[in-house]
C-alpha cells in the first residue's frame, strides 16, 4: 500500500529497517492484543505497554484505541466499563472471546509455518558462498 493511500486511510506507515524492509508482519497488532488479553482482562494503557515489547513503542494510542474498536467489532474481544478503580475514572476493560482464541491460534500455526519458510531461506543464504561479480568458466 503506497504512503498516500495510508494517510487517505488514517494508517500510518509502519517503521521499516534496511532499505525499507518491514520489519514485521502487517497486522501484526492484533494478534500482539489478543495474547496480551488471553493472559488477563486488560485496559488500554496497559495494553499499549505490553505491545512495546513486540515493537510498538512509538504507536499513537488513538491506533490502539482504533483497533481494538475494531477488533470489538469483528467479534475478537470485548469490552466493558470498570467503575470499581476507586474514585478515579471509569475505564474500558477488555478481554478475548472464543473468536479471538480462534484468530490468535491460526495466527501462531501461520507464524509457525513462517518460521520454517525463513529458517529454510537462512539455511540456504547463510550455507552458499556468494556468487555475485564471478565470472563463469570459459567466459
Known amino acids: 500500500?503506497?504512503?498516500?493511500?495510508?494517510?487517505?486511510?488514517?494508517?500510518?506507515?509502519?517503521?521499516?529497517?534496511?532499505?525499507?524492509i518491514e520489519v514485521r508482519?502487517?497486522?501484526?497488532?492484533?494478534?500482539?492484543?489478543?495474547?496480551?488479553?488471553?493472559e488477563c482482562t486488560s485496559y488500554g494503557y496497559?495494553?499499549?505497554?505490553q505491545a512495546a515489547v513486540f515493537?510498538?513503542?512509538?504507536?499513537?494510542?488513538g491506533t490502539l484505541y482504533r483497533t481494538l474498536r475494531h477488533m470489538e467489532k469483528d467479534g475478537l474481544c470485548e469490552s466493558e466499563w470498570d467503575t470499581t478503580s476507586g474514585g478515579g475514572p471509569a475505564r474500558r476493560v477488555y478481554s478475548i472471546t472464543d473468536a479471538g482464541e480462534a484468530y490468535l491460534d491460526f495466527w501462531a500455526k501461520s507464524l509457525e509455518q513462517y518460521q520454517r519458510n525463513m529458517d529454510a531461506f537462512f539455511r540456504l543464504y547463510t550455507g552458499r558462498p556468494a556468487?555475485?561479480?564471478?565470472?563463469?568458466?570459459g567466459g
Do not use: C, H, T, Y
Not at 508482519?25 to 495474547?35: A, E, G, M, T, Y
Open 55 to 61: 515493537g510498538f513503542e512509538a504507536m499513537n494510542p
Open 131 to 137: 556468487q555475485r561479480n564471478q565470472q563463469k568458466d
Open 46 to 49: 496497559k495494553l499499549m505497554e
Open 1 to 20: 500500500m503506497a504512503d498516500e493511500e495510508r494517510k487517505n486511510q488514517g494508517d500510518k506507515p509502519r517503521p521499516a529497517k534496511n532499505n525499507g
Open 25 to 38: 508482519p502487517r497486522n501484526w497488532l492484533v494478534p500482539v492484543i489478543l495474547l496480551s488479553l488471553r
